[in-house]
């Protein structure tokens, strides 16, 4: 019995892992929805000004390994309020996205 307890422990397990992996989660300020993200408002001005930041390191990421693969630069004429500014416009037409799913259109709108 104790044997048949442990298999059955071990399949639960097997399959609830799998289908964790199976799931998508993005943390941090890339995973916040992009309706929570609209919402913030000036009562979340700490949140708004963290997730800015993130943004710009996150796509200043993005582009230095497409500079050292490439050699071109996406981000030589843009100005690091457009991220800001794309992703509300984003968020607002995409309330069920999230905030990653923002900058990488954002990036991948950039002339290459």
Request: aromatic fraction near 12%.
């Amino acid at each position: 019995m104790k044997r048949y307890a442990s298999a059955l422990l071990a399949a639960v397990a097997i399959f609830l892992n799998n289908t964790a992996m199976a799931q998508t989660y993005i943390g941090g300020y890339g995973g916040i929805r992009c309706s929570d993200f609209r919402a913030l408002g000036s009562n979340g001005k700490e949140i708004l000004d963290s997730t800015w930041t993130w943004m710009l390191g996150y796509v200043s990421g993005l582009n230095m390994i497409w500079k050292n693969v490439k050699g071109t630069d996406p981000l030589i004429r843009a100005d690091a309020k457009e991220v800001l500014a794309y992703t509300v416009h984003y968020c607002k037409a995409n309330p069920h996205r999230n905030v990653l799913n923002a900058v990488n259109d954002y990036w991948f709108s950039l002339p290459k």
